[in-house]
C-alpha cells in the first residue's frame, strides 16, 4: 500500500491520518520530492482507471494560466505531469494494483473495501 502525499495538503494529511487511525501504514511516496516518471504516471493512470485530464488538478494556477485553453493529449498531459508535479491530484492511494484518488476521502476506503 502506497499513499501519493503532499504534506502540505490538507486533504492528504487528511487520508495520511484516516489510514493510521485504522492501523494502516502505508509506504509514503512525497511525490513532490521524488517526482513520477511517465512511465509511472501511464501505469498510475492504468491502476486508477481514469484519463489524464482526469488526474490534474485543474484549478491550479500553472494549468489555469499556461495549459487549460490548449487542445492536449494523453501523452502531453502525462508529459506535463511528470514536469510538475503539483499538477497530479491529490492524495492517492495505492493499493493491490488499483489506486483511488482521495478526493473524496471514501474513494480510498472504497478501494481498501473492494476485492480484487
Not at 498510475?44 to 492536449?72: D, F, G, H
Request: proline fraction near 6%; charge should be negative; include cysteine.
Amino acid at each position: 500500500m502506497q499513499l501519493l502525499h503532499n504534506p502540505r495538503c490538507s486533504k492528504s494529511r487528511e487520508a495520511l491520518t484516516a489510514l493510521t487511525a485504522k492501523g494502516l501504514q502505508p509506504e509514503i511516496i512525497d511525490y513532490l520530492k521524488t517526482p513520477l516518471d511517465e512511465e509511472q504516471i501511464r501505469q498510475l493512470l492504468n491502476q486508477l482507471n481514469i484519463s489524464a485530464l482526469a488526474l490534474v488538478r485543474s484549478k491550479e494556477t500553472l494549468w489555469q494560466e499556461q495549459y487549460a485553453a490548449q487542445a492536449l493529449d494523453d501523452t502531453a498531459i502525462i508529459a506535463l505531469l511528470a514536469e510538475h508535479p503539483t499538477l497530479i491530484e491529490r492524495p492517492i492511494l495505492i493499493y493491490q494494483g488499483r489506486a483511488a484518488i482521495g478526493r473524496p476521502l471514501e474513494n480510498i476506503f472504497t478501494l481498501l473495501d473492494t476485492p480484487v
